[in-house]
């Protein structure tokens, strides 16, 4: 079989291209490369966790029913039971390793979440939402690789002259290679639909009570594997109207990507938010897990306004609450959430990341700009949207108050969106490093380094850049108290970037 690309295996997950737009590429995930990943995948929990039972679902990627067959024969192969649970959010996976009412220990989603419909990927918990990733994915990588070479040998030795035995052929439609290891007994393999468990579940964790007033929410998945699932959790609550938008499940993503922080695939959604005089309009991505919000007049907000929503919420209940996030999260947010009586913990970004970093901490709320909300306080600790969704729509129904208005006390600042400066994935990681020795070790500039480089130049001005985990690019966000100042920050990058010529910098209008 073809060599596994080692790139694939990323900081929080596996993610490639699965059917390259030219048809001559090779792809970097293929039946017979996730069934080797599923193998190994099985050999290390079974290893690591004592793992037994693990729920597979799959995004509505046109890759993924396929995919998800590879990768569950790999691991019935290596005796691990296995329930296939169809179409799945990413939060409904972690919810499956989570709830005790479920049989199982661990959980994985064939998904890309969000990257274009050319793209897969493999995201996988241990037990409770444990993410499998960093080190232990290049663990799973490296087993990978022992197991694609040990194939190789068997196949080469049964094609030998010496060997006189015709090689047998595997079942019709399987793709299971030799297993070296026959002592191990297959596992085994049923199907169970989850979702209406997890549905009674998130419907728990807010007070139908308090919607006692109408409200209208427009809902677009995108086309993503949200869709099926999100209106029908809202049309639970009291006096709720809720308004479909690409709902229907397309792993093509024929209106837009299934990406909510960008305000370009938001655009169909503020026009039916604005149609239909709605209190709030809510964008999922393409794997559920991502949250992105319009107010009722239209405006996109990014999901750090989201964060601070939550966490004037939640001082009303709990004293000092630890609120973990990433580092492209506003200053002047982090420091709203600090007069509120919250201690606001910085992280790198990553939803596993900022998990752990909840768990480590037995910390009550986090998030990212880009639309992770993970939710600690009479929850599991992950990033769930459908849940983020619910808590928005009761803080409307409680506060009587519109999306719009909800942040009057926020010091007005100017900010950018997240920038992405195409970068190779070889080459992103280096520059990164050499941006932050300048700033930390050339300058005296304030420099937070947890994650790329965080350059602060006043109380309320900064700017960051960091290698993305999951794409090849940089990724970049400023802040500051006046369109020039801001414009005087960006150019103190990009004097630096340029220096990189490997480093698109075609997001940036001179």
């Avoid at 069934?35 to 966790?49: D, E, K, P």
């Avoid at 499940?249 to 026009?271: Q, R, V």
């Avoid at 506003?330 to 939803?351: C, E, F, W, Y």
Wanted: glycine share 6%; net charge negative; aromatic share 8%.
């Amino acid at each position: 079989m073809p060599k596994i690309n080692p790139q694939i295996f990323r900081a929080y997950d596996i993610r490639g291209i699965a059917q390259p737009i030219d048809p001559s590429d090779t792809p970097d995930l293929t039946e017979e490369s996730v069934y080797m990943i599923g193998r190994a995948t099985a050999i290390y929990l079974q290893q690591t966790y004592n793992t037994q039972h693990m729920a597979v679902g799959r995004d509505v990627r046109e890759s993924s029913p396929a995919l998800q067959k590879a990768f569950i024969e790999g691991l019935l192969t290596e005796g691990l039971d296995v329930t296939d649970i169809g179409l799945a959010p990413s939060p409904m996976i972690y919810f499956a390793s989570c709830c005790e009412a479920l049989a199982f220990d661990s959980a994985t989603n064939i998904t890309a979440s969000h990257n274009p419909k050319e793209y897969n990927g493999i995201k996988t918990v241990a037990n409770n939402a444990h993410s499998i990733c960093g080190d232990e994915l290049q663990k799973i990588r490296e087993i990978a690789e022992g197991l694609a070479e040990e194939d190789l040998n068997s196949i080469n030795s049964r094609r030998s002259p010496e060997n006189t035995q015709p090689p047998g052929n595997p079942p019709e439609g399987s793709l299971k290679t030799p297993n070296l290891r026959e002592t191990t007994p297959p596992g085994t393999l049923d199907q169970q639909n989850i979702w209406p468990l997890y549905k009674e579940e998130l419907l728990t964790k807010i007070d139908h009570a308090n919607f006692t007033k109408p409200l209208k929410v427009v809902i677009d998945a995108g086309n993503g594997v949200a869709g099926p699932f999100a209106p029908e959790l809202l049309e639970q609550i009291p006096n709720l109207e809720v308004i479909k938008l690409y709902c229907e499940p397309d792993g093509t993503f024929p209106n837009h990507e299934a990406n909510p922080e960008e305000l370009h695939n938001m655009k169909d959604l503020i026009e039916e938010v604005r149609a239909h005089k709605a209190d709030l309009g809510v964008g999922y991505d393409g794997d559920g897990d991502r949250i992105g919000i319009i107010d009722e007049e239209g405006t996109h907000y990014s999901a750090d306004y989201l964060l601070l929503l939550l966490t004037q919420d939640l001082v009303t209940r709990h004293t000092q609450p630890q609120i973990v996030f990433d580092v492209k999260v506003s200053q002047a947010i982090i420091n709203r959430m600090d007069a509120l009586g919250a201690t606001p913990v910085m992280s790198k970004t990553g939803h596993s990341f900022i998990e752990q970093r909840m768990k480590d901490l037995q910390a009550l709320l986090g998030g990212e700009v880009s639309g992770h909300m993970f939710f600690g306080e009479n929850y599991y600790g992950f990033d769930d949207a459908f849940l983020a969704t619910l808590k928005i729509l009761e803080i409307l129904a409680k506060t009587q108050t519109p999306f719009s208005q909800q942040f009057n006390d926020l010091p007005k600042t100017y900010m950018t969106p997240e920038f992405k400066a195409h970068t190779p994935d070889d080459k992103k990681f280096a520059i990164v490093e050499q941006l932050t020795a300048h700033f930390a070790q050339e300058t005296d500039y304030e420099c937070i380094t947890i994650d790329g480089v965080r350059v602060k130049f006043d109380d309320l001005s900064w700017g960051a850049v960091r290698a993305s985990n999951t794409s090849p690019n940089l990724t970049l966000r400023f802040e500051s108290t006046s369109p020039e100042r801001l414009a005087k920050i960006q150019e103190i990058f990009i004097e630096q970037l340029k220096k990189h010529p490997d480093v698109d910098l075609g997001w940036y209008a001179e």
